[in-house]
Structure formats: structure tokens, C-alpha cells
């Protein structure tokens, strides 16, 4: 069970962007040229943030013991898409504006003009959603290759590969983290729905007929793992795809949804695309894609369940749940409860005064951790600034060195979430820290 800190309060998404950008996890793409449409970068503290995301739920998958990992290429031979079904069907459909040359998806529009200047809009029109570009010098046709829209192909074409190497057998499941792109019409709500994102894929093939039940285990499972994020389970939810919402490859689809500030949205996909992608990989490259069970000596396309979720989405739930306020002494205290192995600073180590024989002891005590914590130094304002910095960016415990600590050997830790101190003498620290961070989950 995860111990969660209260009270929570939900930011507004101008409050988290500033956060956000103030204490260096993410900033907008190309910010000094005024920026780039749908594009972030992650700052110091976001890479850290989201590569703890992913590490949970590689470990997550990975220590399944039919599952392994894979990193296929971004580009790959365009036929892929052609068996996908993605340059046929991946498309949104698009409106303009006549007037102003806006353009808008029509599913966002409530009136049949333009709801930026009230000109009249073109009927609606296909927009593929996939980016092009060509392979080589030459820039023609036969030199088209697309910049992946999901991740999930690469698997479904080394599935072979794997299964023959890692002498895999069904159910065998193969995982993948890595960046997708989309060039979507309407991006927007900050780091939610950009152009350029990261999948956290896992694609596991089971027998014809396991197919619904495995569905219903992995979907459980899916729902129960962003409690490893912190995230209320209150906060997410599931959401079925009506036949009409169907994806091209989907028998059944069920949404994780989290609520958002501006509504429940879907974080993460759980799909049965039964034999779907791997029949159209074999049609498409004339290759024998089936499967031989040695168990019931049968040959055949192995079934599908895929879970897919977001990894940006995944990190804008966790920051989102995380955010607290509360009012200490008639001020407001903002802090981030992230669990501890999701913050990106596990431990800050402080002097009380920017004066050598503290910076010295808490320089040194830093060095000692830094190899085994993510761990962070700051001698810079006064020791409350210093504390409210660490609650902003989550930190689960802060080391302050005093005059003190340099008679009795002791130092001050201090707690994120209830703000209680202790007083720890320095050589049974790295003690005290195994014992607080044991209890990770
Ligand atoms: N392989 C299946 C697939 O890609 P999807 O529902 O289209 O399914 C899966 O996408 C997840 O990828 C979504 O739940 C979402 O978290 C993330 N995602 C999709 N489009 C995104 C976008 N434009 N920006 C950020 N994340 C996106």
C-alpha cells in the first residue's frame, strides 16, 4: 500500500506549467525562438522524473518472466505501414476556415462556423497523421519513409526474431519504451497531447481463445500499477470503446482514463488486436509468420493483447496527483508527494550558512550519497527557502548541517511531507536512509 501525505489539491494547468518550467522539468522546445507548436523539453529534473516512470514500468514488465524488452528503430521500410493499416487509416478528419485559415477537428466544433472568427469552414476532409520524410538524397516516392506513430510495430515485426533467440513460448510477451509521433491537428494542454511523445508498449501474444480472459488480466494489472506513481485510484478510471471508437486493429479497447483539470482523459490503452497486425505482416512480406505450440502441436497467429500507455501522459498524472497546498504559519506551502522512487531527488543536503566548516561537511556528505541517492547540494537563500525549493520539485528528505553537527556529529533530516525533523548522527545516516527508503512501495 502506498502511504499517501494529505491534504491534495489540484493545480491549474497555468499553475503546473510555471512549476514546471521554474524548477526545470520541462520547458518549452525551442523557447528562444519563441517556441515550436506541441514540442517540450525535459529539464534537469523531468528526465529524471520520467526515466523513474520508466524504470517502474520496465521492472514492472520485465520481471514478469515471459516478458523481454526490445528497441527497434524509429524508421522502418514503409511497407510496414502499408500492412498496418496506417497510411490507409490513420487519418483525423480536418476542417478550415475560409476566413482565417484556422483549421479544427471536426469533433471539437459545437456550430458550423469558425469558433475562432466566424467565417465560414470547408467541409470536412482525411488528414494522415503520420510525419514523411524521405530516405537518402533523393526525394521522390519510392523514398518515402514515415516517423513511427506507435511503437507497437516494432514488435509485431522482430516477433519471430525474439521468440526464435530468446526461445520464447506463447503466452510470451515483448515490451518496448520509445518516442512516437503524430502530427496531430489539435495539440495542446501542455505535455497531453503533443506531436513528438514516448510509449511504454508491451505486446503479449497468447493462444487464439486465451485471448478475452488474458484481456481482462492485463487490464487489472495496468490499472493497479500507477498506484506505483502515487496516483490515487480515485483519480483513474476505465472507459470502453464503443464499436465506433474502435481503432482499425481493435476487437476490444478499454481506456485507463485520469482526471485531468480539463476532464478525464486517457492515459493508457488496453487493446486485444488479436491476430490482426502479425496476418497482415505475413500477407504483406510473404513471410510464414505463424507460431508452432509444441504443447497442443498446432500452427497459428498468435492473438494480441497490447497495453499501451503514455509516458508523458503517465509523468502529467503523476505531477498532477502529486501537487499539494497547504498553509503552514499563514503561508502557502506548495509540495509535490511523489512516492519515493518516483521523485527525481531522493535527498538534499544542506549547510545552515554558506560558510566553510559547514560546506565543507555537508559537501562531503553529499559526495558520500550522491553515488547511492539522487541527491542535490544547495547552499544558496536561507535555510526555509531552500526547504520550500525541495517540497516544490518533491524531495522526500532534506539534510541540514549545523554548528552543531560539528560538536555532536549530528545533522537535521527533515521530512517532505509532515516536516518533522530528526536529529541523526552522521556515521549511522546512510543507516537511517536504507531503513526510509526500504519501504519504497
Ligand atoms: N499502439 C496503440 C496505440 O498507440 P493509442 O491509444 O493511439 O494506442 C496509446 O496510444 C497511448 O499513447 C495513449 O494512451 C497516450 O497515453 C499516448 N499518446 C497517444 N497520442 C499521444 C499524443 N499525441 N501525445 C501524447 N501522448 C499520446
Request: hydrophobic share 35%.
Given at each position: 500500500?502506498?502511504?499517501?501525505?494529505?491534504?491534495?489539491?489540484?493545480?491549474?494547468?497555468?499553475?503546473?506549467?510555471?512549476?514546471?518550467?521554474?524548477?526545470?522539468?520541462?520547458?518549452?522546445?525551442?523557447?528562444?525562438?519563441?517556441?515550436?507548436?506541441?514540442?517540450?523539453?525535459?529539464?534537469?529534473?523531468?528526465?529524471?522524473?520520467?526515466?523513474?516512470?520508466?524504470?517502474?514500468?520496465?521492472?514492472?514488465?520485465?520481471?514478469?518472466?515471459?516478458?523481454?524488452?526490445?528497441?527497434?528503430?524509429?524508421?522502418?521500410?514503409?511497407?510496414?505501414?502499408?500492412?498496418?493499416?496506417?497510411?490507409?487509416?490513420?487519418?483525423?478528419?480536418?476542417?478550415?476556415?475560409?476566413?482565417?485559415?484556422?483549421?479544427?477537428?471536426?469533433?471539437?466544433?459545437?456550430?458550423?462556423?469558425?469558433?475562432?472568427?466566424?467565417?465560414?469552414l470547408t467541409s470536412a476532409r482525411k488528414f494522415n497523421l503520420m510525419f514523411k520524410t524521405f530516405m537518402g538524397p533523393v526525394e521522390d516516392e519510392a523514398n518515402i519513409v514515415y516517423l513511427r506513430p506507435e511503437t507497437a510495430q516494432g514488435i509485431y515485426?522482430?516477433?519471430?526474431?525474439?521468440?526464435?533467440?530468446?526461445?520464447?513460448?506463447?503466452?510470451?510477451?515483448?515490451?518496448?519504451?520509445?518516442k512516437a509521433f503524430r502530427n496531430e491537428i489539435t495539440p495542446g494542454n501542455f505535455i497531453f497531447r503533443t506531436r513528438e511523445f514516448e510509449q511504454m508498449e508491451m505486446q503479449y501474444f497468447v493462444r487464439p481463445g486465451d485471448d478475452e480472459k488474458v484481456f481482462e488480466e492485463w487490464l487489472q494489472s495496468r490499472f493497479d500499477w500507477y498506484a506505483r506513481l502515487g496516483i490515487d485510484s480515485h483519480r483513474i478510471r476505465l472507459h470502453e470503446h464503443m464499436k465506433d471508437e474502435l481503432a482499425h486493429y481493435a476487437k476490444k479497447a478499454m481506456d485507463i482514463q485520469f482526471e485531468f483539470p480539463f476532464g478525464w482523459q486517457e492515459i493508457e490503452g488496453i487493446h486485444n488486436r488479436t491476430d490482426f497486425d502479425l496476418a497482415r505482416h505475413q500477407q504483406y512480406s510473404r513471410?510464414?509468420?505463424?507460431?508452432?505450440?509444441?504443447?497442443?502441436?498446432?500452427?497459428?497467429?498468435?492473438?494480441?493483447?497490447?497495453?499501451?500507455?503514455g509516458c508523458d501522459r503517465a509523468l502529467l498524472a503523476t505531477l498532477l496527483d502529486a501537487y499539494s497546498e497547504e498553509e503552514v504559519r499563514g503561508e502557502k506551502r506548495v509540495y509535490l508527494k511523489f512516492p519515493k522512487a518516483v521523485a527525481p531527488v531522493e535527498i538534499a543536503f544542506f549547510p545552515l550558512l554558506k560558510k566553510d566548516p559547514l560546506i565543507e561537511a555537508a559537501d562531503k556528505l553529499f559526495h558520500d550519497f550522491r553515488r547511492r541517492y539522487r541527491s542535490m547540494y544547495d547552499d544558496a537563500g536561507s535555510i526555509g527557502r531552500r526547504y520550500?525549493?525541495?517540497?516544490?520539485?518533491?524531495?522526500?528528505?532534506?539534510?541540514?548541517?549545523?554548528?552543531?553537527?560539528?560538536?555532536?556529529?549530528?545533522?537535521?533530516?527533515?521530512?517532505?511531507?509532515?516536516?518533522?525533523?530528526?536529529?541523526?548522527?552522521?556515521?549511522?545516516?546512510?543507516?537511517?536512509?536504507?531503513?526510509?527508503?526500504?519501504?519504497?512501495?
Open positions: 500500500m502506498i502511504k499517501k501525505a494529505e491534504p491534495s489539491t489540484t493545480p491549474s494547468m497555468q499553475e503546473l506549467v510555471s512549476l514546471c518550467k521554474r524548477r526545470g522539468f520541462i520547458f518549452q522546445s525551442s523557447e528562444i525562438y519563441g517556441g515550436l507548436g506541441s514540442c517540450w523539453d525535459y529539464g534537469p529534473l523531468g528526465v529524471e522524473l520520467k526515466l523513474n516512470i520508466k524504470r517502474l514500468w520496465w521492472e514492472e514488465m520485465t520481471s514478469h518472466p515471459n516478458i523481454v524488452g526490445i528497441d527497434a528503430s524509429i524508421l522502418m521500410h514503409h511497407t510496414v505501414w502499408e500492412a498496418s493499416g496506417h497510411v490507409e487509416g490513420f487519418n483525423d478528419l480536418l476542417v478550415d476556415c475560409k476566413a482565417c485559415k484556422q483549421r479544427f477537428r471536426p469533433d471539437d466544433l459545437t456550430a458550423q462556423i469558425c469558433p475562432s472568427c466566424g467565417g465560414e515485426v522482430n516477433f519471430h526474431n525474439v521468440v526464435e533467440s530468446a526461445r520464447l513460448k506463447v503466452p510470451c510477451g515483448l515490451a518496448q519504451i520509445g513471410r510464414n509468420l505463424e507460431y508452432f505450440d509444441v504443447e497442443t502441436n498446432a500452427h497459428y497467429i498468435p492473438y494480441v493483447i497490447e497495453t499501451s500507455a520550500r525549493r525541495q517540497d516544490e520539485v518533491g524531495t522526500p528528505f532534506c539534510v541540514t548541517v549545523d554548528f552543531q553537527s560539528l560538536e555532536d556529529q549530528k545533522v537535521t533530516v527533515r521530512d517532505r511531507d509532515t516536516m518533522e525533523q530528526d536529529r541523526v548522527a552522521m556515521d549511522r545516516l546512510a543507516e537511517y536512509f536504507e531503513d526510509k527508503f526500504a519501504h519504497h512501495e
